[in-house]
């Protein structure tokens, strides 16, 4: 495959959706693109690059606190190419469609998230606590910016403490 | 020396326990117990089971969910028993200090008679560790 090949690949998928669904593409190199994807349309354009273009493996969903939003980051794969769905959440209402239908491969990818950013999958079939620990408050998501290791500290074991305080 | 600090200093059977090691103080600890070291010379021998052991040797920075399995394991030992943290995690939490799901340390949990720093430290410096540990209860 070369990069025409890969570049129309995208160029597909924001024919099909539209360029207010699907911006910000970027093709770097051969077997790698990125996409910003709208958060209603997100579950159709990953069915669609399943059925059309054979991405059938999720590699991982990654989640990131962008200050003013949160941007959770879909890395699919299929024949060598990798294809990262970057998906824009607002902070006030901090869920996104779970994809475990489509690629089941998701299915503890989208629990971590939940436990470590609070972005919640809406429609997952087991939602529950993946790797924090059993005691953990259930609105403590230690990779949200507004959680530092000392407030984190305060609110898990009742006080401040580590190198910084003693 | 009494007869039993004589018995007791002369085969300290020894627990591992992995505490969210990486596995490099693990390595050097499984080193230790090899002829080339040889850590049978004290008498030390590894045991499967907290419950026939003098000597529990911890390495790792003591994840969160793992500290209510090491104090149930140490409780578990019967009296005497000695505690060795070996490496930097299991001193201090190591690389891993202020991360939200570490307890930076062995002695946040359970009582720690010697530390032997390093990342990984030697297998001579886990010896010197233990051997340290038997001269301080009387070897």
Redesign the interface.
């Given at each position: 495959m070369s990069l025409e090949e890969h570049a129309k690949v995208v160029e597909d998928l924001v024919k099909e959706f539209g360029d207010e669904n699907v911006y910000n593409t970027k093709v770097p190199r051969v077997y790698r693109a990125f996409a910003h994807v709208n958060r209603e349309k997100f579950r159709e354009v990953v069915e669609y690059l399943k059925e059309k273009h054979g991405f059938t493996h999720i590699t991982t969903i990654s989640g990131v606190d962008m200050g003013d939003s949160y941007e959770i980051v879909y890395h699919l794969r299929g024949d060598g190419f990798s294809f990262s769905l970057k998906v824009p959440v607002p902070k006030d209402d901090p869920k996104v469609p779970s994809i475990v239908d489509i690629l089941n491969g998701a299915v503890l990818y989208e629990r971590e998230v939940n436990d470590l950013l609070g972005v919640f999958p809406e429609g997952h079939p087991d939602p529950k606590r993946l790797i924090l620990a059993y005691d953990w408050p259930e609105d403590v998501h230690p990779l949200r910016k507004e959680w530092d290791i000392q407030k984190i500290r305060e609110r898990v074991d009742g006080k401040r403490w580590g190198k910084d305080v003693e | 020396m009494s007869i039993a600090t004589w018995a007791r200093t002369h085969s300290p059977w020894l627990i591992h326990f992995n505490a969210g090691a990486c596995n490099a103080c693990d390595i050097e600890v499984v080193a230790a117990l090899t002829p080339r070291f040889d850590i049978e010379r004290f008498g030390a021998l590894l045991k499967g089971s907290p419950r026939h052991a003098d000597v529990m040797v911890v390495s790792g920075s003591v994840p969160?969910?793992i500290r209510d399995r090491l104090k149930r394991i140490y409780e578990q030992m019967p009296n005497p028993k000695f505690v060795v943290a070996v490496g930097s995690c299991a001193m201090s939490g190591g690389v891993f200090?202020?991360?939200?799901?570490v307890m930076?340390g062995v002695d946040k949990i359970i009582p720690v008679d010697a530390y032997v720093p390093g990342c990984p430290p030697k297998p001579e410096a886990i010896l010197d560790g233990v051997v340290k540990l038997l001269v301080s209860a009387g070897y």
């Open positions: - | 969160r969910k200090q202020d991360c939200y799901n930076e």
